[in-house]
């Protein structure tokens, strides 16, 4: 059966310093990876997506991923955080049909 | 352009109570789906369907009806409302046609409490 392991639950961090979220998954096919934000109170946005193609993908707002066949991960990776940066991200793995599971999600909070 | 439309954003129902949560999109989708979040545990798929007529069961689909009677409508619900069902719910839609961005669109979601 599918499903994704988001290694950090929570993870406070000061503005600029870097971020990187674990995500593995496990699913038996060709994988389509996502990664989802949840602004408080809000509903979930994507930050980006892999598909196929280059294993470094670039999303929005700085984000980007790395694409790992042999280690079946999709870790989010940011530079520098900032303080809107709060919020709760989600991987997620879709296989067939474009159902999608998803991690437990991270909790991130910035401090100025 | 409405994408997905939820309605309503919040609900307080006593136990026993039915209700439907409405979800409606407008990007002809063939994909739509029904998902509940709950704390610590990200979001659980509940029913999908992968056009009208068709609906299939996801990983928590007890105590939950669904029909797609349309492309663009695919209501969910609950007809004996229990505590157990206090969550926030979300509906989402993606495209199946080969080529096109499958990127999966969210509604605003539906906070429900059960009393």
């Known amino acids: 059966a599918q499903s994704v392991s988001q290694h950090n639950h929570h993870v406070i961090l000061s503005e600029a310093a870097s971020l990187e979220l674990g995500c593995n998954y496990s699913?038996?096919?060709?994988?389509?990876l996502f990664w989802y934000v949840q602004y408080p109170g809000q509903h979930l946005q994507l930050l980006l997506k892999?598909?196929?193609?280059?294993?470094l993908v670039k999303g929005i707002k700085g984000f980007e991923a790395e694409f790992i066949k042999s280690k079946f991960s999709f870790n989010l990776r940011k530079p520098s955080v900032q303080w809107s940066d709060t919020a709760e991200y989600f991987c997620?793995?879709?296989?067939?049909?474009?159902?999608?599971?998803f991690g437990a999600g991270t909790r991130l909070a910035v401090h100025p | 352009n409405a994408g997905v439309t939820q309605t309503p954003k919040f609900q307080v129902l006593k136990t026993g109570q039915s209700m439907t949560l409405q979800c409606a999109q407008d990007?002809?989708?063939?994909?739509m789906s029904w998902y509940r979040q709950d704390p610590g545990m990200g979001l659980r798929l509940i029913h999908y369907?992968?056009?009208?007529?068709?609906?299939d069961q996801g990983e928590v689909p007890n105590g939950y009806n669904v029909s797609r009677s349309t492309t663009e409508d695919f209501p969910l619900r609950l007809l004996s409302a229990a505590p157990s069902q206090t969550s926030v719910y979300f509906c989402?839609?993606?495209?199946?046609?080969?080529?096109?961005?499958?990127?999966?669109?969210f509604g605003q979601g539906t906070r429900l409490t059960v009393v």
């Open positions: 699913y038996g096919g060709t994988v389509n």
């Open positions: 892999y598909f196929s193609g280059d294993p």
């Open positions: 990007m002809n989708h063939e994909y």
């Open positions: 369907s992968v056009g009208a007529g068709i609906t």
């Open positions: 989402a839609s993606s495209s199946l046609k080969l080529g096109q961005n499958t990127e999966a669109f």
């Open positions: 997620a793995v879709s296989g067939g049909y474009n159902k999608l599971i």
